[in-house]
């Protein structure tokens, strides 16, 4: 009997892809060539929008009569690298940079405490009116900041707060409306056998929160960390309303005040507008994976 042989075309449906010797190598190369052409699309966006960082890095290290040269010199010849921290101690920032830190970090600590709290007490814990409450807080995010700008600073005022820091850091002991829903929303996420299994034990609700749910919420908790970080390390409004020392300035204060001077330094501007933005930067990579994984999670139960 003469032997024939079998095509690809011969074979049924469903035949496995070893028996189509080259079906297994063209699917295999298919996908490496999307998955080249994905980091590489995505290595072009992600070039694209640093470009304003990197023209903000080599304009500080420039010399003076090549900022605004045309066509631009993107690579300094000489590079004046002292141009980078120069400018940082001869105009204070160092004072500013303290400042903001103090209360971006107590803010972050703040809010964390306080949103992971009232979260906890919203999605574990059953109270009469539990319900409307959080219906009401989750109203106060429909207020814009310009609402409340007037009653807030006549209240601080009462206390003595102004030209202080605390107006910036105190109200974030008491929880944010966006925060508190951020958590609420983690919290309901994580199985209710873990109260159960605790209150046998006889712990307490709130060793529960704190022993139990609390260290398993770590990627909510970072990004509401972020946000909060982020918010208080670019405030501008908020501070240049309560501060009118310079000694107690923040970063953005700071920088707009330098900017509005008769005569510009471009060269610093840029240099100390690249370190302040580069702190953001650093923590926003180093904390990504559970910022990300905070956000995508906080969705799953509602």
Request: hydrophobic share 50%; proline share 7%.
């Amino acid at each position: 009997m003469k032997s024939r042989t079998v095509n690809s075309s011969d074979l049924l449906p469903g035949t496995p892809a070893l028996r189509q010797p080259g079906l297994a190598w063209r699917k295999a190369l298919r996908r490496s060539v999307y998955l080249v052409l994905a980091y590489l699309f995505l290595l072009a966006v992600g070039t694209f929008f640093m470009i304003p960082l990197l023209w903000m890095f080599t304009t500080a290290i420039k010399p003076l009569q090549d900022i605004f040269k045309m066509p631009p010199v993107w690579i300094p010849n000489p590079p004046q690298w002292q141009q980078l921290w120069e400018p940082w101690i001869e105009r204070n920032f160092t004072l500013y940079f303290n400042n903001t830190s103090k209360i971006a970090v107590l803010s972050v600590i703040g809010t964390i405490l306080s949103s992971s709290l009232v979260a906890y007490s919203f999605a574990r814990l059953r109270w009469p009116g539990r319900d409307i409450f959080f219906i009401l807080t989750l109203s106060a995010m429909m207020l814009p900041f310009q609402v409340r700008l007037i009653p807030l600073f006549l209240i601080f005022k009462q206390l003595g707060w102004i030209n202080t820091h605390l107006p910036l850091i105190v109200p974030h002991f008491f929880g944010g409306a966006f925060e508190i829903f951020l958590l609420r929303q983690y919290f309901r996420s994580l199985p209710r056998d873990l109260d159960d299994s605790a209150k046998i034990d006889g712990a307490g609700y709130f060793r529960i929160y704190w022993n139990i749910l609390l260290p398993l919420t770590k990627p909510a908790l970072a990004a509401v960390g972020i946000f909060t970080f982020m918010n208080q390390w670019n405030a501008f409004l908020t501070p240049l309303i309560y501060l009118s020392e310079r000694k107690k300035y923040v970063l953005a204060i700071g920088l707009a005040v330098m900017r509005d001077e008769f005569q510009v330094d471009w060269s610093d501007l840029m240099a100390i507008s690249f370190l302040v933005t580069l702190v953001p930067l650093v923590v926003f990579f180093a904390a990504q994976k559970y910022f990300i994984q905070g956000i995508t999670m906080t969705g799953l139960k509602g």
